[in-house]
């Protein structure tokens, strides 16, 4: 019992475990209640010393060091910045074609867990795990040195194999060798897992970049549904067609004066794409010429913009300056755009294209 007692101690520093159903990041309000537990979620994962201290009215101060488990549920998961990704397994329920089988089973799993429900099964899930502590403590040494030969970084072996650790222990009463270990870890192929779950580029601008070009461009006379990827395109392969569609001109031939009119239409409706990036932060280059110090094809995006962030409110994108920090390269000299002088970064065309 002794012996019960001080592993205890030593794991109720996680003194507790939050649930969270229809995690679902619907509005913006939701979305910040989202990223203020997940803040939460992600301080209670550092196993250090640090301690959060608030104020309270009557001049004094409370010290708080949580040291909580969170598990999410949704079906249209919040999307992860980098420094949630190294702490959150997204695990996915795979969808299987419904037959008789099928049916029979999920009525069988009905059945079990209101039977469970009645007996009090969380109460005795909780005392079981508590008499299997000492296995629990030697599985967790075990899982969390294999996942983390197995995927290359101890943080990770400590997220995946503390996972591991728990089911293993969960299906048998007895601590898993190394070899057996090894064996779970690679029938999961837990590298796939990972990879599929992650931005491995370790720089967050692919998922940011996505959201960026997703984003309308707003023009002063059109009415064109365009996004800030599409605008680029089109300066890109310089289609005149689409680019005098911006203005409302629509060829139809008509020999060397129509080409002449689709021409001049497409040379307005290239000013107003540009323009419209200009509001969102974003220059195009396309590559004959420096306009401001870098070389080659790209863009140059301002490291803030007020039209991109209301554009971008309430998604990990919003600070996109500490993604493009990581793959651009920062601009000798502040750039006129969006209304004012700014920094900004320039992104080459290859890695837009990643």
Known sequence: MSRIITLLHKYTVQ???????????????????????????????SDDEATAIKGTVSGTSMYYRNRSMFCFASINPRELELADQSRISILEIVKKPQTADSK?????????YLKLEREDFSTQLNNLIISRLPTLEKNLAVFVEVAGDHLGHSRDGKQYGSLLAGFATLAQN????????????????????????????ATGWDMCW????????TFRDSRSNVT??????????????????????????GGKIGQEQLERAALRGKIEVEKALRKLGIIYQDGTVSLYGCVGEGIYIANSSEAMSKALAGTPSQNWKQHSSRVGESVPKTIFIDGQNRKAKFIQQNILKK
């Open 15 to 45: 003194d507790s475990c939050f649930v969270l159903d229809e995690a679902e990041p619907n509005t913006n309000k939701d979305c910040s209640r989202i990223d203020a537990i997940l803040t939460l979620a992600r301080n209670s994962s």
């Open 104 to 112: 029979d089973t999920f009525n069988f799993i009905k059945k079990a």
């Open 174 to 201: 007895k601590p898993i060798d190394l070899a057996t270990a090894k064996a779970y870890v690679e029938k999961l192929k837990l590298t796939e897992v990972v990879e599929e779950n992650r931005d491995t580029n």
């Open 210 to 217: 996505t959201k960026m070009s997703a984003v309308k461009l």
């Open 228 to 253: 800030v990827g599409e605008g680029i395109e089109m300066l890109q392969q310089k289609n005149i067609e689409e680019l005098a569609r911006i203005v409302g001109y629509e060829h139809s031939g």
